[in-house]
């Protein structure tokens, strides 16, 4: 059975940083893509960040490139998102999912989340 498990979310000031983390059951992390996308209340799913299966090739939506660095740990069976700079808009629900069909395409197991919040 997939599961993927996120943590390290939590409360940060301004301008701070977090590294979220996504760890896999039933899948190898580097044998998959995985996205990471982010919910804030009333707004639409937004996709961040991809790492490509095998050769591990990252890819950015415009408004975190230079901000979020997304990595993984083969022997933890884990992906990271590195958040640093965080900004007022980017408190929202995180999360993270294999792409079966490719770092472009649709997201086809989901985690459950972890909370962002920023205080100014």
């Known amino acids: 059975q997939v599961q993927l498990v996120e943590s390290g979310g939590g409360l940060v000031q301004s301008g701070g940083s977090l590294r979220l983390s996504c760890t896999a059951a039933g899948v190898t992390v580097d044998d998959e893509h995985i996205g990471w996308y982010r919910q804030a209340p009333g707004q639409e799913r937004q996709g961040l960040a991809c790492i490509s299966r095998i050769e591990g090739r990252t890819y950015y939506v415009d408004s975190v490139k230079g901000r979020f660095d997304i990595s993984r740990d083969n022997a933890k069976n884990t992906v990271y998102l590195q958040m640093n700079n965080l900004k007022p808009e980017d408190p929202a629900i995180y999360y993270c999912?294999?792409?079966?069909?490719?770092?472009?395409?649709?997201?086809?197991?989901w985690g459950r989340g972890t909370q962002v919040t920023v205080s100014a």
């Open positions: 999912a294999i792409k079966s069909r490719g770092c472009a395409g649709r997201a086809s197991h």
